[in-house]
């Protein structure tokens, strides 16, 4: 881990439809700020996203947001950051909230967040990063996709050493705890393209 560990929080750019998604943003930006953590996200001031980079600039966390030109230009760009990376496109973001990064958090999202959680643990089980991934279940938001993991398993068409870097949880602090006590999992061998 760098010399001040950052954790990458994929969220959505919405508030969702329950006050608990709102607080457990606020809860993370909080459990951050008490060890000291900086925090990666989308860069964007509204949603989710915006919850939880207000309130940890508010505690004094530092925050470095990465966001695609082309929504940078919508004026949904935070500007209040310590770091505002404005980058061509999706991939890029992707990749340099990756290399800022030395764990993932995901809270509820959309699509957009899906996608961010879904690319994250495939670069892990292709031995792209050793990196934990963290998944932030309020409300039991995430549990169809937990299924959907391991029906996937049981089908033949995910391996499970893809989800040994998955870290669950319903709490905030406890997420945050897990994710910086980590311990890669060994990989038999480096798996291909073809086997993924």
């Known amino acids: ?8 929080v994929f969220c959505g750019s919405s508030y ?15 459990s951050l700020a008490r060890r000291k953590l900086g925090l990666v996200y989308g860069g964007g001031r509204v949603g989710l ?9 508010a505690a004094g966390t530092e925050v470095v947001g990465v966001i695609p030109l082309a929504l940078a230009t919508h004026e949904i760009a935070h500007h209040g950051l310590t770091e505002l990376h404005v ?20 809270l509820p999202g959309g699509i957009g967040t899906y996608e961010e959680f879904f690319e994250i643990l495939s670069w892990a089980g292709l031995g792209i990063h050793a990196k934990p ?13 937990l299924a959907l993991l391991e029906f996937g398993a049981d089908a033949g068409f995910v391996r499970r050493h893809f989800l040994d870097f998955l870290l669950v949880s319903t709490d ?7 994710l910086l006590s980590f311990q890669p999992p060994s990989l038999p061998r480096k798996v291909t ?3 993924a």
């Open 1 to 8: 881990m760098q010399d001040r560990p950052r954790i990458c």
């Open 16 to 30: 969702g439809n329950s006050p608990a998604f709102r607080e457990a943003a606020l809860q993370v930006a909080d």
């Open 49 to 57: 996203m915006g919850v939880v980079a207000d309130a940890a600039m």
């Open 87 to 106: 980058v061509p496109g999706m991939h890029e973001r992707k990749a340099l909230m990756s290399e800022k990064s030395d764990a993932f958090l995901t």
């Open 133 to 145: 991934i963290g998944l932030l279940n309020i409300e039991g938001y995430f549990d169809p996709l």
């Open 172 to 178: 905030p602090d406890t997420l945050v705890s897990d």
């Open 193 to 195: 393209l073809e086997e």
